[in-house]
């Protein structure tokens, strides 16, 4: 039963940091889109959920499949794997935002 339990909190943490990560990647596109492809090209802003519906879409078509590989930098235990899983994304999205930022400046 403990591992039953276990187990579904391990799914509701997961879902959680997935649903977190997904709007933190949408912030992330609406404002590199805002700074970048509206006065550029003209296009109209991004909305969030836009985004996010954008990212989701992205993301199908480009999964990785090789989830199986030995990665020596990934933590050992489901749960480890799920913070590492949820820090990395975290970080992808807020360091291309800081990075937009930085170019934002000089244009």
């Not at 949820?86 to 800081?98: D, N, P, T, Y």
Request: one cysteine or more; proline letters at 4%.
């Amino acid at each position: 039963m403990k591992t039953l339990l276990n187990g579904f909190a391990l799914l509701i943490v997961g879902v959680g940091f997935g649903v977190a990560n997904a709007l933190l990647f949408g912030w992330a596109a609406c404002k590199l889109w805002t700074w970048f492809i509206v006065p550029t090209f003209g296009l109209p802003q991004l909305t969030l959920l836009a985004a996010v519906g954008v990212g989701l879409m992205v993301k199908l078509f480009t999964v990785d499949l090789t989830l199986n590989r030995t990665d020596p930098k990934k933590p050992e235990g489901a749960w480890g794997q799920v913070l590492y899983n949820a820090l990395i994304s975290a970080i992808m999205s807020l360091s291309s935002v800081g990075i937009g930022a930085i170019v934002h400046l000089f244009m």
